[in-house]
């Protein structure tokens, strides 16, 4: 008899870091093939460390997105979230290290001490290769590696899904043997008032400038699921948006309630086609003073 060929399964934790806007919530979005982190052109949209999963038949990729790192801190809010990419490095089994292929090379970026610390097997994203010439990605490949010690670099345009082929396969050559941690059809491990509190903030940083989108934290107040007298499946949802000053709420609001609405319009659309239901929006827009500086609103955000 023919022996079976015994498949080796492999599992682990691919932690992606970089500085903020260098496309790697785009990256993780694409690799997963779902839509975990929010994106826009702006830099530090992401401000949690976010989970995406990925299940093959013969492995599971634990993708983590965190935010960029900020080089200079000028709040608590930053400095946590500097922590969440610092802790990266101590739990990856691989690490991706995204850098934007049109930033500035620079000595003393602090993403070098960071990548200096981490023990697992590194990979260099050059990201969004389409904007500049061959002379330019090796250029910047070779700088990175005479710096870093990395096991593979791959040129991608993570927008446009150029190069995202080879990402996958390079991964799996280093990811270790294992049991998977979680089951084949979950794709997060988030709950959804977390991805729902994502978009209305996506929102806010589309709509809004200026300081507004930096000054605005999001959180779901209630979260229901129900039905309408006719039967039809619901979810209704309070949300807060907190501002720190009188005057960021009233740009918030807009005249006569404009700004808001449009908000909420646009929110409930993107909620809708994210849980697959009708859902009842509710925006409320309250001043907390200096929360980005306040531990104890931090925590309550889950920044701490």
Same mark, same amino acid.
């Given at each position: 008899?023919?022996?079976?060929?015994?498949?080796?399964? +492999?599992?682990?934790?691919?932690?992606?870091?970089?500085?903020?806007?260098?496309?790697?919530?785009?990256?993780?979005?694409?690799?997963?093939?779902?839509?975990?982190?929010?994106?826009?052109?702006?830099?530090?949209?992401?401000?949690?460390?976010?989970?995406?999963?990925?299940?093959?038949?013969?492995?599971?990729?634990?993708?983590?997105?965190?935010?960029?790192?900020?080089?200079?801190?000028?709040?608590?809010?930053?400095?946590?979230?500097?922590?969440?990419?610092?802790?990266?490095?101590? %739990?990856? %089994?691989?690490?991706?290290?995204?850098?934007?292929?049109?930033?500035?090379?620079?000595?003393?970026?602090?993403?070098?001490?960071?990548?200096?610390?981490?023990?697992?097997?590194?990979?260099?994203?050059?990201?969004?290769?389409?904007?500049?010439?061959? @002379?330019?990605?090796?250029?910047?490949?070779?700088?990175?590696?005479? +710096?870093?010690?990395?096991?593979?670099?791959?040129?991608?345009?993570? @927008?446009?899904?150029?190069?995202?082929?080879?990402? *996958?396969?390079?991964?799996? +050559?280093?990811?270790?043997?294992?049991?998977?941690?979680?089951?084949?059809? @979950?794709?997060?491990?988030?709950?959804?008032?977390?991805?729902?509190? !994502?978009?209305?903030?996506?929102?806010?940083?589309?709509?809004?400038?200026?300081?507004?989108?930096?000054?605005?934290?999001?959180?779901?107040?209630?979260?229901?699921?129900? @039905?309408?007298?006719?039967?039809?499946?619901?979810?209704?949802?309070?949300?807060?948006?907190?501002?720190? +000053?009188?005057?960021?709420?009233?740009?918030?609001?807009? /005249?006569?309630?404009?700004?808001?609405? /449009?908000?909420?319009?646009?929110?409930?659309?993107?909620? !809708?086609?994210?849980?697959?239901?009708?859902?009842?929006?509710?925006?409320?827009?309250?001043?907390?003073?200096?929360?980005?500086?306040?531990?104890?609103? *931090?925590?309550?955000?889950?920044?701490?």
């Amino acid at each position: 008899m023919d022996k079976v060929e015994q498949v080796i399964f +492999r599992s682990g934790f691919v932690n992606i870091i970089g500085r903020p806007n260098a496309g790697k919530s785009t990256l993780m979005n694409a690799l997963v093939g779902e839509r975990m982190s929010i994106i826009t052109h702006k830099p530090q949209t992401t401000r949690h460390r976010i989970i995406g999963i990925l299940t093959g038949s013969d492995f599971q990729m634990v993708f983590s997105d965190t935010p960029g790192y900020v080089k200079t801190p000028s709040y608590r809010m930053h400095n946590a979230m500097n922590r969440f990419v610092e802790g990266t490095v101590e %739990d990856a %089994d691989v690490m991706l290290f995204v850098f934007d292929l049109t930033e500035e090379l620079e000595d003393d970026n602090p993403v070098i001490e960071v990548l200096k610390k981490a023990t697992s097997p590194m990979l260099l994203i050059l990201n969004k290769m389409d904007l500049v010439n061959p @002379q330019r990605l090796d250029d910047v490949g070779n700088w990175w590696r005479k +710096r870093i010690s990395f096991s593979e670099a791959i040129a991608v345009s993570a @927008q446009k899904g150029t190069g995202i082929s080879e990402v *996958l396969p390079a991964i799996l +050559r280093y990811l270790p043997e294992g049991a998977p941690f979680y089951p084949a059809d @979950q794709l997060t491990d988030r709950p959804e008032r977390f991805f729902v509190s !994502e978009i209305i903030r996506e929102k806010i940083f589309i709509l809004y400038s200026d300081e507004i989108p930096y000054s605005c934290e999001v959180q779901i107040e209630s979260y229901h699921e129900t @039905q309408t007298n006719d039967g039809t499946p619901i979810a209704r949802i309070h949300a807060s948006i907190f501002v720190m +000053r009188e005057t960021q709420k009233a740009i918030i609001l807009g /005249k006569n309630g404009v700004s808001i609405k /449009k908000l909420g319009t646009q929110a409930r659309m993107d909620i !809708e086609r994210f849980v697959q239901t009708k859902v009842f929006l509710e925006l409320t827009v309250k001043v907390k003073d200096n929360w980005r500086d306040d531990d104890k609103a *931090l925590n309550r955000m889950g920044y701490l």
